[in-house]
């Protein structure tokens, strides 16, 4: 006897079948179309004798985007370790990709329990210790909140550097299960209150507002996409993009947040799976806007600035060379066109990424963007 479960923080599985002798059907619970791939689930071996258990895991029959889901493979599957405490990629003959689904193969001891999932999760619950851990630790910095989400959680940051000094805003999470963007945010407040050197100059030079997770009830209930709302918060001003603001909780949150006091940069990560057509696997991806969005000529020329230090000095340029342009309704193209903000806009590739590689590469394009702006003033 085998149980399914993904009734935890982060999980993501509905609809578990029993479909013969221990060979088992998942769906995932998607989003919208392509927002439709993330499972995470436990599988438990209840019975006296080891077994073999065969899942197949499918798409959201409600969102129905079959081509969509596959994309995303394939990819790393991850197996949590004995203990629970960590993941490690599942080996690849135990995981085969179907035209329209995938099968995953494991056995399991009497008792024993795994949690399967495509991206190891970042969890908001411990992303909020964290954070409470390096200010209580550090000294150095403080808790920032920049208020409460529609299920009424804290969307909580740090803050750190010199008041009154350029004003750096970093975030990731808007999609909530891309937790590459999570690691990666996590290691950048991690770097800049820490006592490297050239942290302690960022300091002297910087303000930073630091905040992992801007979606967190899609986090908990490990949406692909969606806030409680059901609002995509990457296109934040969905069908009017020239509205004076979003209209959704967290969406109003985070442009007043960057807009209240106009931020004088803007850093977002997010990340993708899979071997997708447009880049060369395994490296990561970028956005940009076209350059005349800015009418400031000198944030245009720091703009393009950033553009070339992502290009070239980190690994993002893997997306086909250019970058995917900025959808008209969000924040990074609204944040151009009216502040004349410039943004980084980074895509890991969370199929070759678990916390070490996301802060690794999060923190390099961190260090390359610092290291452009502040040559800029
Ligand atoms: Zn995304």
Redesign the pocket.
């Known amino acids: 006897m085998i149980n399914l479960s993904s009734s935890f923080e982060c999980g993501n599985g509905k609809n578990f079948f029993q479909l013969g002798e221990n060979r088992y059907r998942c769906e995932v619970v998607g989003d919208k179309k392509v927002y439709c791939y993330y499972f995470c689930f436990d599988v438990e071996n209840i019975s006296e004798n080891e077994e073999t258990v065969y899942i197949e895991v499918w798409q959201d029959p409600l969102i129905g985007d079959s081509e969509g889901f596959i994309s995303h493979f394939p990819t790393t599957i991850w197996i949590s370790t004995k203990d629970g405490r960590r993941f490690q990629p599942l080996e690849q003959s135990l995981c085969r990709v179907n035209r329209q689904n995938i099968e995953i193969s494991i056995s399991l001891k009497p008792g024993e329990k795994r949690r399967i999932t495509n991206n190891w999760p970042c969890y908001y619950s411990d992303t909020k210790n964290f954070l409470e851990h390096l200010v209580n630790e550090r000294k150095n910095c403080e808790i920032l909140i920049l208020g409460k989400s529609c299920g009424n959680r804290d969307i909580i940051g740090i803050k750190a550097g010199t008041r009154g000094k350029p004003r750096i805003l970093c975030l990731a999470g808007?999609?909530p299960v891309?937790f590459p963007?999570i690691w990666a945010i996590r290691a950048i407040a991690d770097f800049i209150t820490s006592g490297i050197p050239e942290a302690e100059n960022l300091r002297k030079k910087f303000w930073f507002e630091i905040v992992p997770i801007a979606n967190p009830d899609g986090n908990v209930a490990g949406r692909n996409c969606f806030t409680d709302e059901g609002v995509d918060l990457?296109q934040v001003f969905g069908e009017n993009p020239d509205t004076d603001e979003p209209d959704s909780t967290e969406g109003k949150i985070l442009w007043r947040w960057a807009t209240g006091l106009p931020a004088d940069l803007w850093i977002n990560f997010?990340?993708?799976l899979g071997w997708r057509t447009n880049s060369e696997f395994p490296y990561d991806g970028w956005y940009q806007v076209p350059y005349d969005t800015f009418t400031d000529i000198k944030k245009r020329k720091v703009y393009e600035r950033l553009c070339d230090t992502i290009r070239l000095m980190t690994d993002a340029a893997s997306t086909s060379i250019e970058p995917e342009i900025h959808w008209l309704n969000s924040f990074e193209h609204q944040l151009a066109r009216r502040y004349n903000i410039p943004h980084v806009f980074y895509?890991i590739n969370g199929g070759t990424a678990g916390p070490f590689q996301s802060q690794k590469r999060g923190l390099n394009v961190f260090i390359q963007t610092m290291k452009t702006f502040e040559a800029c003033f």
């Open positions: 808007q999609h891309e963007g990457y997010h990340c993708y895509e």
